[in-house]
């Protein structure tokens, strides 16, 4: 593992450490998770990119030729009366 220094003003860093300690953790725990996260955002999501992809180009499902009008839509076994 390698070490990280970073300069931040010293308010902040007392104001991060009372926020950390009270969800029972610490700034350095909190940085780890954070530039985890950050680092592996973008693979994240372009794995689900390429997944969804794949999955669409390997799917058999058509939309085939029925084809329907708003009003087909809305009228189709819909009423204003409530259902007793």
């Given at each position: 593992?390698?070490?990280?220094?970073?300069?931040?003003?010293?308010?902040?860093?007392?104001?991060?450490?009372?926020?950390?300690?009270?969800?029972?953790?610490?700034?350095?725990?909190?940085?780890?998770e954070y530039l985890?996260?950050?680092?592996?955002?973008?693979?994240?999501?372009?794995?689900?990119?390429?997944?969804?992809?794949?999955?669409?180009?390997?799917?058999?499902?058509?939309?085939?030729?029925?084809?329907?009008?708003?009003?087909?839509?809305?009228d189709h076994g819909?009423?204003?009366?409530?259902?007793?």
């Amino acid at each position: 593992m390698a070490n990280l220094t970073i300069t931040i003003d010293d308010d902040l860093l007392q104001l991060a450490r009372i926020r950390a300690l009270e969800q029972g953790t610490s700034v350095n725990a909190l940085l780890r998770e954070y530039l985890t996260a950050f680092a592996g955002a973008g693979d994240a999501q372009g794995r689900a990119l390429a997944d969804l992809l794949t999955l669409s180009s390997a799917s058999t499902a058509r939309r085939g030729s029925a084809t329907w009008t708003r009003d087909d839509l809305h009228d189709h076994g819909v009423t204003d009366e409530p259902s007793s």
